[in-house]
């Protein structure tokens, strides 16, 4: 049965130093909570995994926490770059970040991969492109039965994932529904599993087109309300565009990044006190 805790507790315990960390969510679901407690408790040295890094993921490499970056695209959705990513890369702010570039099609393939235990991913891609030639980690193949040319990437198989979702039950079994993403894959290849929930309920009840993560697939899951902010989670809130659009403005120069950071993550406790903290100018 997985563990019903405190965010703080499950990052403590089951994300260490130096760790491959997945954390998913594809538009809404977006473990927004668990990325700043990673930053409050001051995690290094990690492999950030994620087929979409955005706003989350540009302030663990701000704050520090990142040594390489997984990813197939990286941005503000609808507004531009990431700042700080850009100063990591580009200037080795505040630390040099290694970066190993994908396709969306051969991450989902290689957590796929990984969640069913294989060492490798085959799939038809890169024909024409020049990834190849940047990622080593792209390789061909031949298939033994056809002759014909593939190409296989490893399997994803992260220390820990951190997904967001809607709803768990008190055993620990988890709900979600709406636009999936690959939290689904990212949890079953992974050594441990953590989840942040915006309810905790008797009895899950699935619906149409929802997908149920067993108990026995998670490690722990936290009860954080909201904690996709500012994405959104379906059926309980809606996404912050303003946020996304004020980020820009917040994450493009290094002292007003840090001054940002200092104020609304390291000086809260937690994700509702952060939350709180926003209703002051959002450049305080």
């Known amino acids: 049965m997985a563990d019903i805790?405190?965010?703080?507790?499950?990052?403590?315990?089951?994300?260490h130093d130096g760790d491959k960390v997945a954390m998913e969510g594809f538009t809404h679901l977006i473990p927004h909570a668990a990325g700043h407690e990673i930053i409050r408790q001051g995690k290094k040295d990690l492999t950030l995994i994620r087929m979409t890094p955005d706003?989350?993921?540009?302030?663990?490499?701000?704050?520090?926490c990142a040594k390489k970056l997984i990813f197939s695209w990286g941005g503000n959705p609808g507004v531009g770059s990431l700042h700080r990513f850009r100063d990591?890369?580009?200037?080795?702010?505040?630390?040099?970040?290694?970066?190993?570039?994908h396709s969306h099609a051969d991450m989902a393939c290689a957590y796929d991969a990984g969640?069913?235990?294989?060492?490798?991913?085959?799939?038809?891609?890169?024909?024409?492109?020049?990834?190849?030639?940047?990622?080593p980690t792209i390789r061909e193949i031949l298939c033994p039965f056809t002759g014909e040319t593939l190409v296989a990437v490893p399997s994803l198989r992260p220390d820990v994932a951190v997904i967001h979702a809607q709803q768990a039950d008190k055993r620990g079994n988890v709900l979600i529904w709406g636009i999936s993403g690959v939290q689904k894959e990212a949890v079953l290849s992974a050594k441990r599993a953590?989840?942040?929930?915006?309810e905790i309920?008797?009895?899950?009840?699935p619906r149409a087109n929802s997908i149920i993560l067993p108990h026995w697939t998670v490690s722990a899951v936290c009860l954080v309300p909201g904690g996709a902010f500012p994405s959104y989670a379906l059926g309980y809130s809606t996404r912050?565009?303003?946020?996304y659009k004020k980020w820009d403005a917040i994450a493009?120069?290094?002292?007003?990044?840090?001054?940002?950071?200092k104020r609304h993550v390291l000086e809260t406790r937690d994700f509702a006190e952060h939350r709180a903290s926003l209703a002051e100018p959002i450049h305080a």
């Open 252 to 261: 493009r120069e290094r002292d007003g990044f840090t001054a940002w950071m």
């Open 5 to 15: 805790t405190s965010l703080s507790s499950a990052i403590a315990s089951l994300v």
């Open 194 to 198: 953590i989840v942040t929930v915006e």
């Open 55 to 64: 706003l989350i993921y540009d302030q663990l490499i701000g704050m520090g």
């Open 115 to 135: 969640a069913a235990g294989l060492p490798l991913a085959i799939l038809r891609a890169h024909r024409g492109t020049d990834l190849p030639k940047y990622n």
């Open 240 to 243: 912050g565009n303003d946020f």
């Open 201 to 205: 309920v008797e009895t899950v009840a």
């Open 88 to 101: 990591a890369v580009e200037n080795a702010w505040p630390l040099p970040l290694e970066i190993e570039e």
